[in-house]
């Protein structure tokens, strides 16, 4: 069998790309989530043949990119009109609302069988499986054999779109849209309580430097943070 040109690869998995049954929760908004995904797809060589994979997939906490993060990257080959209209959104970054969204596979988790049956039939034992188990992070896709790895890329799409109007929404409740220092006001609250609770309680300030970290703040904050746990002893 003649094999696909490879510039049409992608198109071709993401065509016959298939969700069919998508997480029933969205991204988690302040930390990463955990997506179990069942790849259902035929052997294209050998009748009869379906390869079922079983996978994570961590989603990394969106992160939030505004006009003036972005700007100095976008600007290089683009024209006057775009200068312009970037620096449009930089003067207007409190209605502008971009997350940025990444994931790894966790190929510690990955396994696969090839089964003798229909993709119907399989598709369809493992879909009642996989509702069997109430994972709210359980996704069962029908793919292609040859590129799998896109179809998983159309399911984390797929994800975001169903996922970034809660994740807006909800920080947008926790104020981390608006600025402090150049700071999200949610965060630096967030930040400022740690450091109360942790000169009061030692235990505390661990889970406040994995803050500063996961935030990339800690830099920022060192000298703050090693004068506490100079004063707590």
Not at 24 to 43: A, D, P, Q
Not at 135 to 153: S, T
Request: contains cysteine; charged residues 30%.
């Amino acid at each position: 069998m003649s094999k696909r040109p490879s510039q049409f690869d992608f198109w071709f998995a993401v065509n016959n790309t298939e969700i069919v049954m998508p997480p029933k929760r969205h991204l988690e908004t302040f930390g990463n989530t955990i997506i179990n995904y069942y790849l259902v797809s035929e052997l294209m060589d050998a009748a009869g043949k379906v390869r079922v994979r079983e996978g994570r997939m961590q989603a990394l906490r969106p992160q939030i990119i505004t006009p003036s993060a972005y700007s100095s990257t976008l600007l290089e080959g683009f024209g006057e009109q775009a200068q312009k209209y970037l620096e449009w959104l930089k003067e207007h970054e409190d209605s502008v609302r971009i997350l940025r969204y990444g994931y790894t596979l966790k190929q510690e988790a990955f396994s696969e069988q090839v089964l003798t049956d229909t993709p119907e039939a399989v598709l369809e034992r493992v879909a009642r499986e996989a509702a069997a188990k109430n994972d709210p992070f359980a996704a069962v896709v029908k793919g292609v054999d040859d590129p799998w790895d896109v179809c998983l890329v159309r399911l984390f799409w797929a994800v975001i779109q169903n996922s970034a109007q809660a994740n807006i929404r909800e920080l947008h409740e926790r104020r981390m849209f608006e600025l402090q220092d150049g700071l999200p006001a949610g965060l630096r609250d967030e930040i400022e309580k740690g450091f109360l609770a942790a000169s009061k309680d030692a235990n505390l300030i661990k889970p406040l430097g994995k803050l500063l970290q996961d935030n990339g703040l800690f830099e920022r904050f060192q000298d703050r943070f090693f004068d506490l746990i100079q004063k707590r002893g």
